[in-house]
């Protein structure tokens, strides 16, 4: 991968902050399989850019799983880091995904609350229906915003973010999503993603102080654009 390939996907950019749209094949940062992770690839293309001596500062705000695609918020300096950091604990930075699956949801729109267990051993996560010392608090709302001949689309709006929770909640309710097998689903893609998107993230500057609301356009593959098309690039 080369910083054009980088610049290409940046959905903003300016001195404090990125915004990327990440492949389902990248992983945000560094992990046991040694692959080079996104984060190495945008600190090579700030240097790059910027002709920047010496190493280049860069903070990973939060992560989104290896199969998944969509906007993921990096920190070009400690201050928006620490700012950024204290807005995602907050739940002042606010996500929306798009998930498609095969199976009708039981409600047009709904507002799930579920706790999850994380088996680390699986790197899997589980409904339980009574919290105990093991499970975090899971909440989220989905609506069907639209349909093909054989899928749905979901927009999920995360008020919580946990471990694969919108993998393990929309698969409890009986629709996990297209092509994630270790939630359901009866057969992977073929490119090993899944048809989970970071559609979209709203929140304020954390130097500027003023409201982005940034958009990441999903992978190009068929039943994505069929779904795009739907919208026009609007901004759902």
């Known amino acids: 991968m080369n910083a ?12 404090h902050l990125l915004v990327v749209n990440k492949l389902p094949s990248e992983i945000v940062q560094g992990d046991k399989t040694g692959d080079k992770p996104l984060s190495e690839e945008i600190k090579a293309y700030i240097k790059l850019k ?9 903070g990973v705000v939060h992560r989104i799983d290896r199969p998944v695609s969509g906007a993921v918020i990096f920190a070009r300096t400690s201050k928006s880091l620490s700012r950024l ?6 739940g002042k930075i606010h996500k929306s995904y798009w998930a498609v699956v095969k199976t009708q ?32 608090l ?9 349909k093909s001949k054989d899928y749905y689309l979901l927009e999920v709006d995360l008020i919580t973010g946990r471990h694969h929770q919108i993998r ?9 999503i297209r092509g994630d097998l270790k939630y359901g689903y009866s057969r992977s893609n073929q490119d090993g993603s899944i048809h989970l998107h970071s559609r979209s993230i709203s929140f304020l ?8 609301k940034i958009i990441a356009p999903p992978p190009g593959d068929t039943l994505w654009n069929h779904f795009t098309n739907l919208f026009n690039t609007s901004e759902h």
């Open 4 to 15: 054009s390939s980088i610049e290409n996907r940046i959905l903003y950019e300016d001195n």
């Open 50 to 58: 910027y002709d920047k001596p010496g190493d280049v500062f860069l």
């Open 85 to 90: 950091n204290e807005m995602l604990k907050t």
């Open 105 to 136: 949801p039981p409600q047009q729109h709904d507002h799930l609350v579920n706790y999850l267990w994380r088996d680390e051993s699986k790197n899997k996560s589980f409904v339980r229906k009574e919290a105990d010392k093991q499970t975090q």
């Open 138 to 146: 899971a909440e989220l709302s989905y609506a069907v915003i639209g």
């Open 168 to 176: 393990a909640q929309l698969s409890y309710i009986g629709c996990p």
């Open 205 to 212: 500057h954390p130097v500027k102080q003023i409201p982005l």
